[in-house]
């Protein structure tokens, strides 16, 4: 069974720090391009960050570089996305997405992931 469970939300101050995790399972994590995306009330979808798990490649959009940083671990088939900085405009459902043989780069997140998780919500409030 194919799964992508994310976790590791929850309600932080502005300013503080939060790391999501997105454990992997059912499929060749080798094969596959993992992104975050996040979702906030009243607003599409949008792509965060993405890796790609074959060569280690990076991506970030304008609103996550320099405050977020995405890891991952091949053994735990785990990709991690450190949140520091948080803003109240990071509030949003945050979602783990699998593209098979996807690369990471700024397109990226305009592709129909192969798999998506169960999202985890981060509240940024005071």
């Known amino acids: 069974e194919v799964q992508l469970q994310a976790s590791g939300g929850g309600l932080v101050q502005p300013g503080g720090s939060l790391r999501l995790s997105c454990v992997v399972s059912?499929?060749?994590?080798?094969?596959?391009?993992i992104g975050w995306f996040r979702q906030a009330p009243g607003k599409d979808r949008e792509g965060v960050s993405c890796i790609s798990s074959s060569d280690g490649m990076t991506d970030y959009v304008d609103s996550a570089r320099g405050r977020f940083t995405i890891t991952s671990d091949n053994a735990k088939s785990t990709v991690y996305l450190q949140m520091t900085s948080l803003e109240p405009e990071d509030t949003a459902v945050y979602y783990c997405g699998a593209l098979f043989i996807g690369k990471c780069n700024p397109d990226f997140y305009s592709y129909d992931m192969t798999y998506w998780g169960k999202g985890t919500l981060v509240t940024v409030s005071s």
């Open positions: 059912g499929f060749s994590f080798d094969d596959y391009g």
